[in-house]
């Protein structure tokens, strides 16, 4: 009898550390329904897709709800992580190194989809139709900004709209400024950052309620876009997609996993084992925003300090598109092999250097990577456009890879970033990644306990504990 009552103590003293994984044991389930999801959806696209089509909607609006949750999760991080750390040049710093990282990774981008694009000429032997040329003017969005347009459009209207636009660039630049001025308030502050660190939990919470939606939203994103753009467009542009997707997995696991070794001495697939719920979610959304939150939560829950995550992550989004400089590469050259007008380096290396800053002004458009190469060849090369729309049919399936590749990439450049300025805790890494501290899949957060105890040690995480001396 002492044995069994001994036992019963033992289970209720680890009540609070275990209950947290008997919940993230549920979550198992949803993304299993997501993967059935996925697979129902890519069957009724093949079998009815004039219905799927219609089913586009139910992707959208699960898209929708998870971009809502953006804005808030921005403001409340980067002002947990700026308001908590005592030096501003530190937040400076941060923001300086991932600005040249994004720019140099950029064009190693641009270089890689040269390269490929270069030897495999998929463009050759197309014809250019009436209805081809129509369909390609029809994707010069409106809504692509110029770079000047892009800069000024960072500065919200109000302190409010910041929130209410979508504008992820808006967001980061209220919290950076109410980060810095709640840091200048010294102990005055100290009430409003415990209010927002409320905040940011009942945001986290929404936002894992949300996630229980995602099977439905991936049934009907997967099934829209096999629909619209069947079999027939797969196998006429089976080269330029093949090679586009061997591009990505080249730049990925050659470029950022011996970045990622080198600098961080951990293993590119460890760490995306730890974010493979965020790359399926992204797959079957082919939205890589969808996952920006959840990355949020997940680089803190790793080790890496707040105001490292909370500025690199936001400005990744906007400035650190890897798969999206691959895409623009690579369609710019097939496109002009198609038009029977192939470019020559000399002609290619402006042309892409132009997208590179035009892809800064598409940032947060829905379709960026089509919307910014069609603004972008209307502008440096007008010929061009008439060949877009080539690439229409499989530009959703190509969208795939480019989220993939963008949020790989920005997940490694935290990491990256955390490791240079010596914002990250080794030893809770190790420790996450071997899977002895899990993910809480309920909150998002860590919730105290002793998983609070090893990110304690990280330099600017410690957010809590300065409070508390304040």
């Known amino acids: 009898m002492p044995t069994k009552t001994s036992r019963r103590a033992a289970v209720a003293a680890s009540t609070p550390d275990t209950a947290p994984a008997a919940k993230r044991d549920r979550t198992h389930y949803l993304y299993i329904a997501v993967i059935i999801a996925v697979a129902l959806g890519i069957t009724v696209g093949l079998v009815a897709p004039d219905f799927a089509v219609e089913l586009k909607p139910i992707g959208t609006g699960f898209v929708n709800l998870i971009k809502m949750m953006i804005s808030p999760i921005i403001f409340c991080t980067i002002v947990l992580g700026i308001g908590s750390v005592r030096k501003a040049a530190k937040v400076g710093a941060v923001g300086g190194i991932a600005l040249v990282y994004f720019t140099i990774m950029s064009l190693v981008a641009l270089g890689i989809g040269l390269v490929v694009g270069n030897i495999l000429e998929p463009g050759t032997g197309l014809a250019v139709t009436d209805a081809v040329k129509d369909a390609g003017h029809a994707q010069v969005d409106a809504e692509a900004k110029d770079t000047t347009e892009f800069l000024l459009g960072i500065i919200p209207t109000t302190m409010v709209s910041a929130f209410t636009g979508g504008e992820v660039l808006q967001t980061l630049l209220i919290a950076l400024l109410a980060g810095f001025a709640l840091q200048a308030m010294g102990p005055a502050g100290q009430p409003i950052l415990r209010g927002v660190e409320h905040l940011q939990r009942l945001v986290f919470r929404i936002l894992a309620m949300v996630m229980w939606a995602a099977p439905i939203g991936a049934f009907g994103a997967i099934a829209a876009v096999t629909g619209s753009a069947g079999l027939d467009a797969l196998k006429s542009l089976a080269v330029l997609m093949l090679g586009f997707y061997v591009t990505c997995v080249l730049f990925v696991f050659l470029v950022l996993g011996v970045l990622l070794r080198v600098v961080a001495g951990l293993n590119i697939l460890t760490l995306f084992k730890y974010l493979g719920r965020e ?134 450049a935290t990491v990256l970033i955390g490791t240079w300025t010596k914002e990250i805790d080794r030893g809770r890494v190790d420790q996450v990644l071997g899977g002895h501290i899990p993910f809480d899949e309920a909150t998002l957060l860590d919730d105290g306990g002793a998983e609070r105890e090893a990110p304690a040690e990280v330099p600017g995480q410690g957010g809590e504990k300065e409070l508390a001396k304040a």
């Open 279 to 412: 790359f399926l979610l992204i797959l079957s959304t082919s939205s890589s925003e969808s996952a920006l939150p959840r990355l949020i939560a997940k680089m803190e829950h790793l080790g890496i300090s707040k105001p490292v995550v909370g500025i690199t992550v936001p400005t990744g989004y906007s400035f650190n598109l890897d798969g999206t400089m691959i895409y623009m590469t690579m369609a710019s050259l097939f496109i002009a092999d198609a038009m029977g007008t192939p470019m020559s380096v000399g002609e290619q290396i402006p042309l892409l250097l132009f997208l590179l800053v035009a892809s800064k002004g598409a940032a947060g458009v829905t379709g960026a990577g089509l919307a910014t190469l069609a603004g972008g060849l209307q502008s440096h090369k007008p010929a061009l456009v008439d060949g877009i729309g080539l690439i229409v049919g499989i530009d959703r399936f190509m969208s795939e890879a480019r989220a993939l590749t963008n949020f790989a990439g920005n997940a490694v």
